[in-house]
């Protein structure tokens, strides 16, 4: 398995997939192999990086939407056989097919759309297809640990709470590395997809007034003992309340500039200056004549 590294900014990462065009067509298979969870070893976030809470990716994600993988194609591959090969640009990426159910923030999308660079979880995938644990809300599902630092594989037919963010006229993942951008979900009622209508309600809030409501809800549900969905949803509340993550990373400390030399322009303190220097060397020079 080839190895490969990329770095993702510390601040808001690009996307691996995007819609491809004539101007942006080499940089995009590059990012779409790099992602791919066949063709990747490990992927590299650059110094600095925190992977964002999930109030953090509720914020910054432009769509919160539930959908159905209902298809995919693979890379090469003519669009909607899955089998002839296919010159065209278009359908140099791997992608999925996702049929929206419903939109949680921003508008939902009104028909089937692709996600670029993403692949199903079939054949020499099919390792990656097991579902996001219900009760695991903090990290992200166990194939984003597996080099391509962000989920790329879905099961066919899986219900998916998909974070989105769109560039140029495509759906692309939002997050950046090891976030929850897709997370399988038993439906609407699930708690992942509570708490991340709460997360998305909760994000506008002036802080001080988002802080009591976090607090509230996260008491409710932990006053809740014996139901262990509520216990885990007030243990994620809990860690928005804690604030953002360490970085994985640590930021390179800033490198010192070194002290002057002697003969740059500054003296030393305890030294004549320049002036003085000037008059004791024309004393000098009356005294000896």
């Known amino acids: 398995m080839a190895h490969s590294t990329f770095q ?18 080499p940089p ?3 990012l779409a192999l790099a992602v791919a969870p066949a063709a990747t070893g490990a992927c590299t976030p650059a110094p600095g990086y925190r992977v964002p809470t999930n109030l953090e990716l509720a914020a ?4 919160i939407v539930l959908g159905q993988v209902i298809g995919g194609v693979d890379a090469g591959t003519k669009a909607g056989t899955g089998a002839e090969p296919d010159e065209g640009a278009e359908n140099a990426l791997p992608q999925i097919v996702v049929h929206p159910i419903a939109a949680y923030k921003g508008l939902l999308p009104g028909q089937d759309f692709p996600l670029y660079g993403m692949s199903l979880a ?7 297809a097991q579902p996001s644990d219900p009760l695991e809300l903090e990290k992200a599902h166990p194939s984003a640990y597996d080099g391509a630092c962000i989920r790329t594989a879905f099961a066919p037919g899986a219900t998916v709470l998909f974070f989105l963010d769109r560039r140029e006229g495509a759906w692309v993942p939002a997050g950046g590395p090891f976030s929850r951008w897709a997370e399988d979900v038993a439906g609407e009622e699930a708690p992942w997809v509570q708490l991340a209508r709460f997360y998305a309600r909760a994000a506008p809030v002036p802080e001080e007034d988002r802080k009591a409501l976090l607090e509230a809800e996260r008491d409710a549900l932990l006053a809740r003992a014996d139901d262990p969905l509520a216990q885990a949803m007030g243990g994620d509340i809990d860690r928005q309340l804690a604030g953002p993550r360490a970085p994985l990373v640590p ?3 800033a490198v010192e500039a070194p002290p002057p030399a002697a003969d740059d322009g500054f003296r ?5 200056s320049a002036v003085q220097r000037a008059l004791d060397a024309m004393r000098a020079d009356r005294a000896g004549s």
């Open 28 to 30: 995009l298979l590059a």
């Open 251 to 253: 930021a390179e400390p």
């Open 8 to 25: 993702f900014l510390p601040d808001r990462p690009e996307s691996p997939a995007m819609r491809p065009s004539a101007s942006t067509l």
């Open 122 to 128: 079939t054949g020499a995938l099919a390792q990656y």
């Open 60 to 63: 910054a994600a432009d769509a």
């Open 268 to 272: 030393d303190p305890a030294g004549p």
